[in-house]
Antibody, heavy 117, light 107 residues
Framework: EVQLVESGGGLVHPGGSLRLSCTAS????????MTWVRQAPGKGLEWVAN????????YYVDSVRGRFTVSRDNAKSSLSLQMNSLRAEDTAVYYC??????????WGQGTLVTVSS | EVVLTQSPATLSVSPGDRATLSCRASQSVGSNLAWYQRRPGQAPRLLIHRASTRATGFPARFSGSGSGTEFNLTISSLQSEDFAIYYCQQYNTWPQTFGQGTRVEIK
C-alpha cells in the first residue's frame, strides 16, 4: 500500500521558517517525480514545487520561488520543503504527492501550516 | 497560466441519479487533464487521467470525456460514497493548474 506521511506543520510567525517532511513507502520512491501542492483555507488547490527523481531539476510556483526549497533523499524515501520568509498567504494544508507525467498519482493526508502573529 | 473553470460549483443529486461535471480550460490542454476525488476528511485521490482513463480502484460508473478546452466527468449512478468534491487539473502547460472544484452533495 502506498503511503505518504507529511510532518512538520504548525504555527509560525510572519518572516519565520518551517521545514516540512514527507516519508514515503509502498512504492519505488526514486522512480517518481515528487510534488508539493497546497490548499489555503477556503481556496483551491495550488501546485507549489516539483523535484525530479534524482533531484537534478526543481521547479517552483512564482509566489514561493526564492523562499522555498524542495529536496529529497532517495535512500530514505523522504521529501522535504524548507520554507523561509513565510507570509500569511502561505497558510495552507501542504500535500506531498508522488507524480508521474504531471499526474498526481498518490497524495499524503497533508500537514497544516499557519502563518500568523 | 491556464485557468480551469469548473461548473457548477455545487451539484445536488439524489442517490442513483446521473451527475455531469464540467471543466473548461482557458486554452487548449489537449488530453492532458486529470480529475481528482476528495471525500470529506480524506486527501484527494486520482480518479481520471488523460481525460478519460480511469485510475485503479474506481468503478466504471465514473467516466471522463473531452479534449482541448472542454471536459466532462460523468458519474452514471451516484452512490453514497461518491458525494465528494471533484477537481480537474491540467498538466499540459507549466505550471500545472487546478479548477476550483465541484461539490457533489446529496439532494
Amino acid at each position: 500500500e502506498v503511503q505518504l506521511v507529511e510532518s512538520g506543520g504548525g504555527l509560525v510567525h510572519p518572516g519565520g521558517s518551517l521545514r516540512l517532511s514527507c516519508t514515503a513507502s509502498g512504492f519505488t520512491f526514486s522512480n517518481n517525480w515528487m510534488t508539493w501542492v497546497r490548499q489555503a483555507p477556503g481556496k483551491g488547490l495550488e501546485w507549489v514545487a516539483n523535484i525530479k527523481q534524482d533531484g537534478s531539476e526543481k521547479y517552483y510556483v512564482d509566489s514561493v520561488r526564492g523562499r522555498f526549497t524542495v529536496s529529497r533523499d532517495n535512500a530514505k524515501s523522504s521529501l522535504s520543503l524548507q520554507m523561509n520568509s513565510l507570509r500569511a498567504e502561505d497558510t495552507a494544508v501542504y500535500y506531498c504527492i508522488a507524480a508521474a507525467g504531471g499526474v498526481f498519482n498518490f497524495w499524503g493526508q497533508g500537514t497544516l501550516v499557519t502563518v500568523s502573529s | 497560466e491556464v485557468v480551469l473553470t469548473q461548473s457548477p460549483a455545487t451539484l445536488s443529486v439524489s442517490p442513483g441519479d446521473r451527475a455531469t461535471l464540467s471543466c473548461r480550460a482557458s486554452q487548449s490542454v489537449g488530453s492532458n487533464l486529470a480529475w481528482y476525488q476528495r471525500r470529506p476528511g480524506q486527501a484527494p485521490r486520482l480518479l481520471i487521467h488523460r481525460a478519460s482513463t480511469r485510475a485503479t480502484g474506481f468503478p466504471a460508473r465514473f467516466s471522463g470525456s473531452g479534449s482541448g478546452t472542454e471536459f466532462n466527468l460523468t458519474i452514471s449512478s451516484l452512490q453514497s460514497e461518491d458525494f465528494a468534491i471533484y477537481y480537474c487539473q491540467q498538466y499540459n502547460t507549466w505550471p500545472q493548474t487546478f479548477g476550483q472544484g465541484t461539490r457533489v452533495e446529496i439532494k
